[in-house]
């Protein structure tokens, strides 16, 4: 039976009034400073203006942006910060890098952290992209795919031949059979060598997937490509 008019017009006033709600509650701030923003707006004008975007390239990961400027603050806020409240617009980036790049997956999958990392941080910076990831697609997440085996130092600490060998079969797919024949989306915060996506990556096609698309938020040591609008 069609909607009433009346019925869709108080629907759609009611929607007005929560957001307004939201928004004297919880008024939209810069991700990377808490400056003022539009709820459109990621980052202030300020901060926009060091968002550089990136040249995405076969055998690379897809990434929206170069780890500098607006882009690595919010993310070292979001990961180190205690501040899973930033998947929500980081995601929105997210978002939009895969609407122009439009990869065809069968499902999205996040780079896990160690049980005790994940218990000490409380959530998994990675599975919260991947969500607004798997939604933008229209394909299902699967959050627990990836098990991490080794609580591995932190990537951020080491060199690249250092970050190599400590990721180095560090992940096992908990249900082969999840993964076997389908195309897959491998979502990170960051990537800077490409270790821990490329040890994810061998995992899942040792599994049987048959393809596996690396993406991240950032990827950190190349030139940009032009700055952000």
Do not use: W
């Not at 205690?82 to 122009?100: I, K, N």
């Not at 897959?184 to 800077?192: E, F, N, R, Y």
């Amino acid at each position: 039976m069609p909607l009433s008019r009346p019925f869709v017009l108080a629907f759609l006033a009611a929607r007005v009034i929560a957001r307004a709600l939201i928004d004297t509650l919880s008024p939209p701030a810069c991700a990377a400073c808490d400056a003022p923003v539009r709820r459109d707006r990621v980052f202030c004008p300020t901060c926009a203006a060091t968002v550089l975007r990136t040249s995405n390239t076969p055998g690379e990961p897809l990434a929206f942006a170069a780890f500098g400027g607006a882009v690595a603050a919010a993310l070292k806020r979001f990961k180190y910060g205690e501040r899973p409240d930033l998947g929500r617009p980081l995601g929105h980036l997210l978002r939009g890098l895969l609407r122009e790049e439009a990869p065809a997956v069968d499902l999205v999958i996040p780079v896990p952290l160690h049980p005790r990392r994940l218990a000490e941080r409380g959530y998994n910076q990675a599975a919260l992209l991947a969500h607004a990831a798997a939604g933008e697609l229209g394909v299902p997440l699967a959050a627990r795919a990836l098990v991490r085996l080794r609580n591995t130092p932190q990537q951020a600490t080491l060199g690249r031949a250092e970050r190599l060998a400590n990721v180095a079969r560090a992940f096992v797919v908990r249900s082969p059979r999840a993964v076997r024949g389908r195309r897959i989306l491998l979502v990170d915060d960051v990537a800077t060598t490409g270790s821990t996506l490329e040890a994810c990556r061998d995992a899942l096609v040792e599994a049987g997937a048959r393809e596996v698309i690396t993406s991240c938020l950032a990827r950190a040591g190349e030139p940009p490509a032009d700055r952000a609008t």
